[in-house]
């Protein structure tokens, strides 16, 4: 069974810009989480997806958004980069919604905002 | 906050020795679970332990949880060095509205020298 993956894995963009990111789950699995990894803060939780429906919302500005589609891929979209965006993007995929699931990570998309 | 705590930072070993990482929380939680990261690479899920189990195994992998002390412990047995990564606990939260995101660690930085 293929494992998670996301597109792009590098980026580079400059502030101001915006940038959408890409996840596709594992097959059957209906929950998408994102996460934002840096040195500073460490691995933040962004938001969850599950069918379509955003369930969890981190501590992020509105800058920060997201979406899910009917075959469980996700999107997340970040308007006018700031430097401080530059971090790992990652995302994972679990069966259902809830922390009982395991949670399957993809490679992460990195960002770097100039 | 939530975020669990991994103690150490950093842990060096020879290869053939074991390895143990501890993880401390703050609130009550569902599951406790951990992940492995080699360098800046998406995420691989070990263990996931519920609030009601004190110890479980895979592998060279024991797990330990102790909700009275909040706290678990991960111990790697036999160290080889393709164990080198950090080492990441992320436990949930038992209620409220965040019910389902996980909070993770700064993670232990494990080498494992041949």
């Known amino acids: 069974k293929a494992g998670v993956t996301q597109t792009p894995r590098y980026l580079i963009k400059t502030r101001g810009q915006q940038v959408t990111l890409s996840c596709s789950p594992i097959s059957g699995h209906r929950s998408v989480s994102w996460y934002q990894q840096t040195p500073g803060q460490g691995l933040q939780f962004l938001f969850e997806?599950?069918?379509?429906?955003?369930?969890n919302k981190g501590n992020f500005p509105g800058r920060f958004s997201g979406r899910q589609f009917s075959n469980s891929r996700s999107e997340m979209n970040v308007s006018t980069l700031e430097l401080g965006d530059s971090a790992l993007y990652l995302c994972?995929?679990?069966?259902?919604?809830?922390?009982?699931?395991?949670?399957?990570f993809g490679p992460g998309t990195r960002l770097t905002v100039t | 906050s939530q975020q669990g705590e991994e103690d150490p930072q950093a842990l060096s070993i020879q290869e053939g020795e074991n390895a143990t990482m501890n993880c401390s929380y703050k609130?009550?939680?569902?599951?406790l679970q951990w992940y492995r990261q080699n360098s800046g690479r998406g995420l691989v899920h070990l263990i996931l332990?519920?609030?009601?189990?004190r110890e479980k195994h895979s592998g060279r992998l024991r797990v330990t949880l102790d909700t009275s002390k909040k706290s678990s412990s991960l111990l790697i047995t036999a160290s080889r060095a393709a164990d080198t990564a950090s080492y990441f606990c992320a436990t949930d939260a038992s209620r409220g509205s965040t019910l389902g995101r996980l909070y993770f660690g700064r993670g232990t930085q494990l080498t494992v020298w041949p």
């Open positions: 609130t009550s939680i569902n599951n």
């Open positions: 994972a995929s679990s069966l259902s919604s809830g922390s009982s699931w395991e949670q399957y």
């Open positions: 332990i519920r609030s009601n189990e």
């Open positions: 997806y599950f069918s379509e429906t955003q369930r």
